[in-house]
């Protein structure tokens, strides 16, 4: 991974810091995408000239462009995007759904990935290398009573990394899916106090799959939907 260029989107994140880490670790230059200045610094304190740190609104097309040209301006190409920014709604049945809680998955879930995989393909077409790793879920394997927005919108994830798989495998491009059960967070401690966290999966876990998939190790693998589930 030495000296390759990894763009992270959700940088800040749960997962977004455990990929960091884990890239980090090999060496990469890692662009880091959150959606505010503020929450990049708190996460990322330290100055590092292998950071590049890049607040954007990545529902917004436009800021979405932005950040990838200004990672392949101050890096020169990016070779893996981890398209990891996402969000969870739950809670109302289809027929009482509020449209905004519908579009607001849609935006996060889906729009965050099209916008940024849109801005980040067509130099990695020009390069004819380039990996791409999205993150789908255990649970839009399947739609679930009030959880449709963000089954339907995960399963989108889904159909669109299969998709961009068939377009670009013969660019070079890998693009594969994770699709992790319930992740070990603070947050889904915090909502789920009765649940085990051993039975979820590690933030550190998921991150060495991702790596994987955009290691040459997983230059055959196209398309995949990889479950990660954790340990027990
Ligand atoms: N947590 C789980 O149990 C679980 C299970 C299955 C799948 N997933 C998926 O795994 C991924 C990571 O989950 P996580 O738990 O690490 O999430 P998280 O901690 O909530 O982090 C979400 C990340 O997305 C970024 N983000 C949100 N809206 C954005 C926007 N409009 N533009 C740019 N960035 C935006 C946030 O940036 P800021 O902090 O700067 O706002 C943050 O970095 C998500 O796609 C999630 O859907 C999670």
Not at 12 to 23: C, E, K, S, W
Not at 43 to 48: E, I, L, Y
Not at 89 to 110: S, Y
Not at 156 to 173: D, F, N, P, Q
């Amino acid at each position: 991974m030495a000296e390759r260029v990894v763009l992270i989107t959700g940088a800040t994140g749960n997962l977004g810091r455990a990929v960091a880490a884990a890239f980090e670790a090999e060496g990469a230059r890692l662009a880091l995408v959150g959606s505010r200045s503020e929450s990049l610094d708190e996460a990322f304190p330290k100055r590092d000239p292998r950071h590049l740190k890049l607040a954007a609104d990545l529902v917004d097309a436009g800021a979405a462009a932005g950040a990838v040209a200004e990672a392949e301006r101050q890096f020169g190409r990016i070779d893996a995007l981890c398209a990891l920014a996402g969000g969870f709604h739950m809670g109302e049945p289809v027929h009482d759904m509020p449209p905004d809680a519908w579009k607001r998955m849609m935006e996060l879930n889906v729009a965050t990935v099209m916008n940024v995989a849109k801005a980040a393909v067509p130099g990695m077409i020009a390069r004819k290398s380039g990996r791409i790793v999205t993150v789908g879920s255990m649970a839009a394997l399947k739609g679930g009573a009030e959880m449709s927005a963000y089954a339907s919108s995960k399963s989108t994830v889904m159909r669109l990394t299969e998709s961009m798989a068939a377009e670009l495998r013969g660019h070079g491009i890998n693009v594969n899916c994770v699709l992790p059960s319930t992740i070990d967070t603070p947050e889904n401690r915090a909502a789920m106090p009765k649940a085990d966290p051993e039975k979820w999966v590690r933030p550190a876990d998921l991150a060495a799959v991702i790596a994987f998939l955009c290691s040459d190790g997983a230059r055959a693998m196209h398309g995949a939907l990889v479950p990660v589930v954790g340990l027990v």
